[in-house]
Structure formats: structure tokens, C-alpha cells
């Protein structure tokens, strides 16, 4: 006998995303992501072109405002059924939108400082504008006002930065950057209205664990593209090669530390920390991420000036990488899994304390010398006790959350 089909649900409820939905991630997320290839090297092109103190915080900016539009969408399609006509529109609205906003990044302090700002307020109250309406009468339409108003407060100081010029642009936008990221993190409180439920911002901690580990993998994908790309117009000598095996590798190890041993259990941490687990998360990524541009950005200068003059700017930036990478991993480890990573810790501590002798290097060896240091991190997690998670428990406790959600599937609260 057929399974019995589920009658489609009426109104809004039929935009809302049910947790015994599937938590791989759609064909249209997956395709939203690779726009994103785009904006990181870009951002990484614009950092290499002038590699100070000054250009690295605009482009920090920069990104916080872009990883902000993904990490927006990513909440969106896991609250909502991406497979709603309304959803997928809404989605590939986005996409088309963070393009633009994309190809602003080389300008953004100059000319196209206003299309970046415009295009980045656009999205979010966009967002609102097309889901506000379709969810009128449902308590989730609440949750959507409030994050609209938020984002309709931080696009004042977004659009008014894209008008003004020089240091003042900068200072509108890190107040815009620090209020999108700081009312996150409380719920998006309003006065009068309050802040949003915990039950409302709760999220499929197995599909939103699948969207970072994508869009990781997408920007480690970058770096890839850009070292490729510089080899083969910088032309095809030993050294260049040299140092393009080692971009490569240090790359495959960077995945193989966000994977192994935890990362494979993203979800079920983020699911026991509701709801903040998703949120912090969120940031932890931002630094990893930010981690993998400037590691693009070293990789371009490796392969270029692999040997002969050393600048500090260049081993900074190739030692940087690896060590803000470090750092959002560890991170994650004490605010998402509530356990401190002391093997990645020691690694950091081991990066900086040789960075002093590595400004002397030129950048194939200072390459080099972080390679050594990520490798011997690897072997540590791969040889010492207790590295790993406990995987029967962990298989354990995914099987309690999932007969726990079938039956709130079969009978679901009311939201509120």
C-alpha cells in the first residue's frame, strides 16, 4: 500500500520548513554558494594589491558585511522550505544581488561605496518585504518584523557611509557591521516588541552544520583557483612549483583540521546549544573564513616571489591565515562544543612565537615553516590519546534527537 502523503499545509505554514525535512542541502543552496567563489577573490585581490594595516581592516569590513548576506540566506532556507517557489525567488534574488554588491568590492571606498551599501541594505529589507507579507496571521511573521527592523536600523549607517568619504566611511560601517553582529547574538531585541522566542530561532542543526562545512569548502576552493591562476600567468618554474605544492597542501590541511575530529559533529553540538549554538557558530566561521582569504592572499605572494626578498607585510600575511584559521577553530571548540582545543591552541601559540624569525624568511620558506607546524598539528590528532569524539555516543545521541523529532513532527506546538 502507498504511503500516505501529507496534505499540503495551508497559508504560510506551507513556507515553514519541517524538521523531519531532509537535511542535505538543496541543489539551489548548493549553486548559491559557488557566487561566493567570487567575493573571496575579490576580497583577496584587493588585499594582495596593497597588503597594510589600513587595507587589511577595510577589507575585514568588507567581508563581515558579505559572510552577513550568506550567513542571513543560510538561516532563511533552514527556517523555510527552499523548495517553495517563494523561497527559491528569494534565494536566487539574493544571489543576483550579492553579485553586484560582489563587484563593488574593488571600489567600495571609492566610487562604489554607496552600490555596496545600497545593494547590502537591499538584501535584508528585501528579504523582509517579500516574507512579511507572505506570512500575515502566522506568529512567525513576528520574528520577521524584528529582524527587519534591526536590519532597517544598521542600513542608516550603511547607506550614510556609502555617501561619505574617507575615514568616515569606515567609522558608519563598523557601527553598521557591530550592530548586525551584536543583535544577533541577543535574539534581535526591540523595545515594547522584546527580542525573538528561542523557540523561534531555533535551527536543523544537521542541515545548517552542512552549510558551513559547503561554503568552507568553497572557500578553500578559492584559494585553489587563485593559486592555479597565478602559477600559470606567473609561469611554470621550479621554485613557482615548489610553492604551489605547498599552497596546495597546506590547504588539504586546513580541511582536514575543520573536518577531523570534531567538525563531523557540528550539528549535534549546535543543536544541544539552541539557540545560541548556530549564532556563535556563525562567528566562529567569519574568523575561519577570513583565515582561508588571507591564506589566499600568502598563496598568491608564494608563488610569485617564492624566494629572494622578504617583507614583513608578506610573512605576515602567509603566517596569518594559518593562525586566524587557528584561532575561529579554537574558538568554536569553547563556545559551540563547550571543550577547550588545546592541541590547536599549542599551534597558534607555536605560529606567533616564531613569526619574529619569519619576517626575515622570504615567503616560499616562511610556507614552508607553517606547513611543518599544521603537519605536526595533524599527526598530533592523529597519533595522541583521546583526540577523537566518541563515536558510538555520538551516533547515540543523533538517534535520541531524531525519534525526539518525529514525535514533535507528528504532534508540533503551536509556534509563538
Known sequence: MAEEQRPERPGP????????????????????????????????????????????????????????????????????????????????GVMVAGLLMSAAIPHAYGSFGLVFAGTYALIHLGRAALLLPALRGHPIQRRSAVV???????????????????????????????IDYAVASQGWPVPWLGRVSPAQIRVVGEHLSERYRQIFIVALGEVILVSGLTYTREGLGVLRMLAFVVVFFNAVLMLWMYFVPVSGWLGGAIERNQ???????????????????????????????????????????IVGGAALFLVGRILMGLLVYAHPVWRSGGAVVLILASTPGLVRLPPLAVGAVVHVILLGLVLVYLYAGGSHVDKREAERQRDERVRQEERAEMDPPAPG
Open 13 to 92: 505554514e506551507r513556507l515553514l520548513r519541517r524538521r523531519a525535512h531532509s537535511r542535505q542541502a538543496s541543489f539551489l543552496e548548493l549553486f548559491f554558494d559557488l557566487a561566493f567563489i567570487v567575493s573571496f577573490a575579490l576580497l583577496s585581490a584587493r588585499l594582495v594589491e596593497h597588503l597594510t594595516w589600513r587595507n587589511a581592516g577595510q577589507t575585514a569590513i568588507l567581508l563581515a558585511a558579505i559572510w552577513w548576506i550568506w550567513i542571513a540566506t543560510a538561516w532563511s532556507t533552514d527556517w523555510y522550505d527552499p523548495n517553495q517557489p517563494l523561497i527559491r525567488g528569494l534565494v536566487l
Open 148 to 178: 527587519a527592523i534591526w536590519f532597517g536600523l544598521s542600513a542608516i549607517p550603511w547607506i550614510v557611509g556609502g555617501i561619505l568619504t574617507g575615514p568616515m566611511r569606515v567609522v558608519f560601517w563598523v557601527v553598521a557591521i557591530l
Open 275 to 317: 539557540p545560541r549554538g548556530g549564532v556563535y557558530a556563525a562567528y566562529c566561521h567569519a574568523i575561519m573564513i577570513a583565515g582561508v582569504v588571507l591564506t589566499a592572499v600568502g598563496a598568491e605572494i608564494m608563488i610569485m616571489h617564492p624566494v629572494g626578498e622578504a617583507r614583513t607585510s608578506w610573512s605576515l600575511a
